[in-house]
């Protein structure tokens, strides 16, 4: 059963797409596709506390390969840590809920 999730973006490696402060919806569980926005666990540092938001860029063996679309700000994504597992995918983003509208 998939269920919804609050997660706040924080940090600039998903410019121009989501900003810090962003509020997204994440459906937890849901099917992860390429091009998907989600939340995953950092496999370096597995935790609660250590979340990514980030594109997912292919599916490789038993895990996807993220990457942030803001690659200038530095290697936080899989070219740094590698492919991600299944199990430390939390959820795929299903809406940017907060702000509902964007100066440019």
Request: charged letters at 30%.
């Amino acid at each position: 059963m998939l269920r919804l999730r609050a997660f706040v973006v924080d940090g600039d490696s998903m410019l121009p797409s989501l900003r810090p402060g962003d509020c997204l919806l994440v459906l937890v569980g849901a099917r992860v596709q390429v091009a998907d926005v989600v939340v995953a666990r950092h496999p370096r540092n597995p935790g609660p506390e250590l979340l990514l938001v980030k594109r997912v860029a292919r599916r490789v063996d038993d895990g996807w390969w993220l990457l942030s679309d803001n690659a200038d700000v530095g290697l936080d994504d899989s070219r740094a840590f590698g492919v991600v597992p299944d199990a430390e995918v939390v959820g795929r983003v299903w809406f940017r809920y907060y702000p509902w509208r964007r100066q440019r």
